[in-house]
């Protein structure tokens, strides 16, 4: 949706850059990547090109920067509207339910309930619809899944039914 | 030649290796567009089958799965923007604006009558050009490798639309996400911070799948929802006119897929961006790129379909596989106590006729399979979002996890569905991230080597005829697209005054 401008928001994107590049060269790099003893050129070396892509994300960052500051030319969008924030909090819930419930309820269990929940979310009312699209549909990957390309898929509460 | 070419249509003309082929191609092209389930795992799967069939049958049955993936991950990219392939990448890029539009049926058909004259061009390219070609894809280096992938990188001005520094600043983070595992030179590890799933660096799917499709869930769920309009074109196929109107670009596409494919090493998805930039630069839509272009998509399928024929080139002609699915092609030829290479074109001519027919009907059964999913398939872009897209959710969850076998995947994905949402909300494009992503492995590799072989002299990426080459259409392309940023942003800055 087509909004007021807001000249802030290249500067929050510039700021997250600039803070992300300066945030590996000191830091993530430092400590995330292990520096053999035996290195004979420093270009060879495993931080060199990470470090290399690093500044460039910087000095893009700053580049952003200026460009704002010197034209103000860019229009933006609302990143999500107030009615909609609780619904983003919902799915990032279901999101977080689905990766830890996963090893414990298995693929199939997360899968019904997940499709009920989002259909639901999504202002599907029809009880027939819901039902049937909610288990069939993950029965149906699941089998492809399991039978015909032969992936061991993790039943969880369902492992002695399956 | 007239003997041995009637020998090898007798090793080709059985009934069990027409069966097999016309299998190979619908494997293929239903495991492609499952996203999660890789080619390679498809012609990996199907190997053990080749055992009992006949050396050409089974050469055959394999090279019908290849082919058949490759055009197969182009239907979820452009039907629920969830590519079933890293090569079909760049054709959500377009595919799935248009299927927003709903002209989904179009897009598919054009995928595929650009798939299917690429794999044609492609095979006509290795029947004629075998040698050629693999004399000349030798001359390639880690230099010269490194050249020509940093001259794909110049897309990234192409795919970024008007956040040119943006867009630069989201390859940056791809880039970066890619340097996430082993370091191949010295065997240290990076960003792994004990977390063991991540040692073999981030696999492509998740990254694919989470960019692409979660975000496009997430943000179905959190905006007012849009009435589609009424469009002419909803429900109807590609026309002559615009196969013709994209003939240029797909054959053009179909040779940039020949050549990067005679490159061990490259693959099918930087020929696509490269097809796609090309075309990008080139056509007189040129800012449609990115909105649901039909040329994008034919750009984008005859790029990473004309590598299919052409990765057999090094294959078939040196012994060399260039890719995993030809490492695996190369293993059923051992089997079959075949060693490809100079020395089979002399003691087994007539097999390798035997293939090259067996190739070109390939490209035949390819339209025919595909026309006939894309008949059945296309119905999917008519089901409500609010029903479809929890389905696509539950295949994007199986479909990570299938890759590794591993709920690991599955955390990532969901992790870049998030980024990618973030960088919706944003404008910072997230084509170049992918891009970032999908060539920086390439690029680093190669980056490394020529310096480890120069010991550590730059002057290696300006040793050779090749990369200045590269160098120059790089410059070129550079400063032709910081000229027309420049002017476009003086054009709208006199607008607005």
Redesign the interface.
């Known amino acids: 949706m087509k909004s007021k401008r807001l000249p802030k928001q290249d500067t929050f994107s510039a700021v997250i850059f600039i803070f992300f590049g300066f945030f590996l060269i000191t830091f993530l790099i430092p400590i995330g990547i292990i520096e053999p003893d035996n290195i004979e050129f420093s270009v060879l070396s495993p931080s060199y090109y990470p470090r290399l892509i690093s500044y460039i994300l910087v000095l893009i960052g700053v580049g952003i920067l200026i460009k704002n500051f010197t034209t103000g030319f860019f229009e933006n969008t609302i990143l999500i509207e107030n009615k909609y924030l609780v619904r983003m909090i919902i799915i990032l819930a279901l999101i977080l339910f689905i990766i830890f419930a996963l090893p414990t309820l298995g693929i199939p269990v997360v899968s019904v309930f997940s499709i009920l929940f989002l259909m639901l979310l999504g202002g599907e009312r029809r009880v027939i619809i819901i039902l049937s699209v909610s288990i069939l549909a993950p029965l149906f990957i699941y089998l492809f899944f399991t039978k015909i390309a032969q992936i061991p898929i993790p039943n969880g509460l369902l492992e002695r039914l399956l | 030649m007239i003997d041995q070419l009637l020998d090898g249509f007798l090793l080709f003309a059985t009934l069990e290796s027409f069966i097999a082929l016309g299998l190979g191609v619908f494997i293929g092209v239903i495991?492609g567009a499952?996203p999660g389930?890789t080619t390679p795992m498809a012609v990996a799967?199907t190997l053990p089958f080749t055992f009992t069939l006949s050396p050409v049958t089974g050469i055959l049955l394999l090279l019908g799965v290849y082919k058949g993936g490759i055009y197969g991950g182009s239907i979820t990219a452009i039907l629920i923007n969830a590519p079933g392939t890293p090569a079909a990448s760049c054709t959500v890029l377009d595919g799935y604006p248009m299927a927003k539009k709903g002209e989904a049926k179009r897009a598919l058909d054009i995928a595929l009558y650009s798939s299917c004259v690429a794999d044609f061009i492609s095979n006509i390219s290795l029947i004629l050009f075998a040698g050629i070609l693999a004399s000349f894809a030798l001359k390639f280096g880690p230099a010269e490798v490194f050249t020509l992938i940093f001259f794909s990188l110049t897309i990234i001005s192409g795919v970024s639309g008007t956040q040119l520094?943006?867009g630069?600043?989201s390859a940056?983070?791809g880039?970066?996400l890619a340097?996430i595992g082993m370091?191949l030179?010295?065997g240290?590890?990076?960003?792994?911070?004990g977390q063991t799933d991540l040692l073999a660096g981030l696999n492509f799917i998740p990254v694919l799948i989470g960019l692409f499709a979660v975000p496009e869930i997430?943000n179905?769920?959190?905006?007012?929802?849009i009435k589609l309009e009424k469009n002419p074109l909803a429900g109807i196929g590609a026309s002559i006119k615009d196969f013709f109107s994209c003939f240029k670009t797909i054959i053009r596409g179909s040779f940039i897929g020949v050549i990067l494919g005679a490159i061990p090493g490259i693959g099918a998805a930087p020929s696509a961006f490269l097809s796609y930039s090309e075309a990008k630069r080139t056509s007189k839509n040129g800012d449609n790129f990115g909105k649901g272009e039909i040329e994008g998509v034919a750009a984008a399928e005859a790029g990473n379909n004309g590598v299919a024929g052409a990765t057999m080139i090094p294959l078939l002609a040196l012994g060399i596989p260039g890719d995993v699915i030809t490492a695996i092609i190369l293993g059923a030829f051992m089997i079959h106590g075949l060693r490809p290479g100079p020395l089979m074109f002399t003691q087994n001519i007539e097999l390798i006729y035997a293939i090259f027919m067996g190739i070109m009907l390939s490209s035949i059964y390819l339209f025919g399979i595909g026309k006939i999913c894309i008949k059945f398939i296309s119905k999917i872009s008519d089901i409500?979002?609010?029903?479809l897209?929890?389905?696509v959710?539950?295949?994007c969850?199986?479909g990570s996890?299938?890759v590794n076998?591993s709920?690991f995947d599955?955390?990532i994905m969901?992790l870049m569905?998030?980024l990618g949402f973030a960088m919706l909300?944003?404008?910072?494009p997230t084509a170049p991230f992918l891009i970032g992503f999908i060539l920086g492995p390439i690029l680093?590799d190669s980056?490394?080597q020529s310096?480890?072989i120069s010991?550590?002299s730059y002057a290696i990426f300006f040793s050779t005829p090749i990369c200045w080459f590269f160098w120059i259409l790089t410059v070129v392309i550079i400063g032709m697209t910081f000229w027309t940023y420049s002017k476009s942003?003086q054009a709208?800055?006199l607008t607005?005054k």
């Open positions: 495991v499952i389930l799967l520094l943006k630069m600043a940056c983070l880039l970066l340097t370091d030179v010295y240290t590890n990076r960003f792994i911070f997430l179905f769920f959190c905006k007012e929802q409500p979002h609010r029903i897209f929890p389905i959710l539950i295949l969850i199986f996890y299938a076998n709920t599955i955390a969901f569905g998030i909300k944003l404008s910072i680093e980056f490394r310096l480890l010991r550590g942003k709208a800055f607005t």
